[in-house]
């Protein structure tokens, strides 16, 4: 068994479940974090501009990851049930 296939199953067990309020401010507070230091490193190594830059591509990346595990954590995931 491959890395790849190791992520898939585990990607396949975590999405398969629904989310809990409390794992959705994880998520909102890790990425709040991440965007964070990383824009404040990027600051401090190669400018504002390129700071502003990482901060608004990372923040739609978890932004559209927030919003897809929000509505997983509704509706649930029947469609990896009925693959497996």
């Known amino acids: 068994m491959g ?18 309020l409390r794992e959705l401010l994880e998520l ?3 990425s709040v974090l991440f965007v964070l230091v990383a824009s404040g490193l990027a600051y401090y190594l190669l400018g ?5 830059g990482v901060a608004a591509i990372l923040a739609i ?3 559209i990851t927030i919003v897809s595990q929000a509505y ?5 995931r029947k469609d990896y049930d009925d693959g497996q």
Not at 4 to 16: A, G, H, K, P, V
Not at 48 to 52: C, E, K, L, S
């Open 3 to 20: 890395v790849l296939d190791r992520l898939e199953e585990e990607f396949l067990e975590i999405s398969s479940h629904r989310r809990t």
């Open 28 to 30: 909102v507070v890790g």
């Open 48 to 52: 504002r501009v390129t700071a502003i």
């Open 61 to 63: 990346i978890f932004t």
């Open 72 to 76: 997983w954590a509704m509706s649930g």
